[in-house]
């Protein structure tokens, strides 16, 4: 077993980057929505509870995965929530209308994360109930990204670079929860998926990558689809370079597996997912071949 050393992660940072002493594998796991530390600040602006809030969390995501460092890959989580900061948007992916002053001319403002309101800074929550009890400034919106969002990518980007300069190659595996409602009646007489695989249709990285992580977890029981209704958002988008080198496939675990909805507590199926990420490290961290390697 790889020893690990937690790096990276000040006191009070917003990230929390676990390194194993030396990275076996050309895998970086990523934990964008697993964040669970609110700012009081943030709370008293908000006209919803906690409850509401905490319903777009990917919670314990962070602690599925945590044996990736003993395992020789680097884990990276969030430790803000995701309605702080997302960081699977653009960085100016923002709602005009959330604030009292305009924003910059390059602000990306019709999206359709935007006018779902789930932009960079989401304007609802829970059940599509409004978040905050006043308007903005975009002051605001530019500290949360320097603070949040602006650290946590410049550490994803640093490992990609790293493992790609070190093994010709790197494979993301961007890892969320996805609410037992939102798949609910897709599986027809097979029932809900258990999993599913965005990869932009093909376009994140190199078909070998999802073949082997439907693989791993059909073997172990799960049931897995792709890119349905979850393709991958701006992680995939912007770092999924095949042709470069860069792997990135998004993983959606239904909630209903291993967390109680209601109350948020981990639940016996979590023991399950959990044996099950060796295997995804292996496999995932052991693929060859020339598609993988930047041309």
């Not at 890119?227 to 988008?237: K, L, V, W």
């Not at 981990?266 to 041309?295: F, H, I, Q």
């Amino acid at each position: 077993m790889t020893r690990r050393a937690e790096t990276d992660a000040p006191l009070g940072g917003p990230i929390r980057l676990v390194r194993p002493l030396r990275q076996t594998r050309p895998l970086v796991l990523a934990s964008p929505h697993s964040g669970r530390r609110y700012p009081e600040s943030f709370l008293a602006l908000s006209r919803l509870p906690l409850v509401d809030l905490r319903a777009s969390e990917d919670t314990h995501v962070d602690t599925l995965f945590e044996a990736g460092p003993d395992l020789g890959v680097p884990l990276l989580c969030a430790l803000f929530p995701r309605v702080y900061v997302d960081v699977n948007r653009e960085r100016l992916e923002l709602d005009p209308s959330m604030f009292f002053d305009p924003l910059p001319a390059n602000a990306r403002t019709e999206t359709p994360r935007v006018r779902a309101g789930l932009g960079t800074l989401s304007r609802v929550a829970g059940e599509g109930n409004h978040i905050y009890r006043r308007k903005l400034a975009f002051a605001d919106a530019e500290s949360r990204l320097r603070q949040c969002y602006d650290p946590y990518h410049a550490a994803l980007a640093g490992l990609i670079g790293e493992t790609r300069a070190r093994f010709g190659y790197c494979v993301v595996l961007d890892c969320h929860s996805m609410p037992s409602s939102a798949v609910d009646g897709m599986g027809g007489r097979g029932g809900a998926p258990d999993m599913v695989l965005g990869d932009r249709h093909g376009g994140s990285c190199d078909s070998t990558v999802t073949d082997s992580a439907e693989a791993v977890l059909t073997d172990a029981g799960f049931r897995v689809r792709r890119n349905q209704p979850y393709a991958g958002g701006f992680t995939t988008s912007h770092y999924g370079r095949p042709g470069l080198g860069v792997h990135v496939l998004q993983l959606e675990i239904n909630r209903a597996l291993y967390i109680n909805e209601r109350t948020r507590d981990l639940t016996p199926g979590a023991d399950r997912l959990r044996a099950v990420v060796p295997a995804l490290v292996a496999v995932l961290g052991t693929l060859s071949g020339m598609p993988l390697a930047a041309e």
